[in-house]
C-alpha cells in the first residue's frame, strides 16, 4: 500500500490521496480485507471489552490485510488502546467498530473519533463503514477518510431512499417507484454526491459551514457539533491549510 499524502486541511479533515484516489471517499465494502477481529455489541461489560481487544490484536498480528477493526465496545480507552496496537502492528487503515450504534450517541461518537484521530500517526487512515449521508460532512470534519457503501445495500433491502439531509421510508413516503436494485444505485448516487460536495469545500475551506448547515436539519448533528466545539475547540483550532 502506497503511503497516505495530505493535501489540504480544512480544520482536522483532510484531503488527501492514497492508490491514486482522492480523500475523503466512498469505497465498496465487499472490497474490504480486514484482519480477523472479535466483534461485540457496543453495550457490554469492560471484561467482554478487554477480551475482544485482546483477541482482535492477537488475531490482526499474523495478518497480511490491509485494514483492521477497532474494538473495544463503549470503553473509549480500549478503543485508543486498540488503534495504537493496531498500528504498531503496521495497519495504515483502521475501521471503527458499532458505527450505527455510534450515530445514535453523539458525545460517545465525537469523543471517540477525535481521541482515536489525536492518538494515531497522520498519515493512518480512519474508515467509518456505516453513516448515513447528513453525517458523513461532521465525520470528516472530525478527521474520517473512509466511508462504505454497505448503507446503501442495507436501506435498499429496507426500502428507504436516502437523500443528503434525510431517509425516507418508501411505504409511507411515495416520492419515487423504484426496485430494490434501482433503490441501491439511487442511494449509491446520493453518498457520491454527499462526499464531492465534502471535498470541494474542503477545498474551499468551507466544510464548517456546510457542518453548520447539515447541524440545523438533525438533532444528533446538532448535539455533535456543540459537543466538539464545547470540549475539543484546541483540536479545531491546532490544524491549518497546507499550501
Known amino acids: 500500500m502506497k503511503k497516505f499524502e495530505i493535501k489540504i486541511h480544512d480544520g482536522p479533515a483532510r484531503l488527501g490521496i492514497i492508490d491514486g484516489i482522492e480523500t475523503p471517499t466512498i469505497i465498496d465494502y465487499r472490497k474490504i480485507d480486514f484482519a480477523r477481529d472479535q466483534p461485540t455489541p457496543y453495550n457490554v461489560p469492560i471484561e467482554i471489552a478487554k477480551w475482544s481487544v485482546k483477541e482482535t490484536i492477537k488475531n490482526a498480528q499474523p495478518s497480511r490485510n490491509e485494514y483492521a477493526v477497532i474494538h473495544g465496545a463503549k470503553y473509549l480507552d480500549l478503543r485508543v488502546k486498540c488503534a495504537m496496537e493496531l498500528e504498531n502492528i503496521g495497519f495504515k487503515k483502521l475501521i471503527i467498530a458499532n458505527g450505527d ?34 453525517f ?17 445495500r442495507f436501506y435498499s433491502y429496507l426500502n428507504i431512499l436516502m437523500t443528503p439531509n434525510h431517509s425516507y421510508q418508501l411505504d409511507k413516503y411515495k416520492i419515487y417507484e423504484l426496485d430494490e436494485s434501482e433503490l441501491y444505485n439511487y442511494n449509491k448516487e446520493t453518498l457520491d454526491f454527499v462526499i464531492r460536495e465534502v471535498r470541494e469545500h474542503i477545498k474551499m475551506g468551507t466544510l464548517r459551514n456546510l457542518v453548520e448547515e447539515k447541524a440545523a436539519t438533525s438533532p444528533a448533528n446538532m448535539t455533535a457539533l456543540r459537543i466538539l466545539d464545547d470540549e475539543f475547540q484546541e483540536y479545531l483550532q491546532k490544524y491549518t491549510r497546507l499550501y
Open 101 to 134: 450504534e455510534l450515530l445514535t450517541k453523539p458525545m460517545d461518537l465525537v469523543r471517540l473519533v477525535v481521541k482515536i484521530r489525536e492518538s494515531i500517526k497522520p498519515d493512518t487512515i480512519l474508515c467509518f463503514p456505516y453513516a448515513e449521508p447528513p
Open 136 to 152: 458523513i460532512p461532521i465525520l470528516v470534519y472530525m478527521g474520517v477518510d473512509l466511508f462504505t457503501d454497505a448503507i446503501c
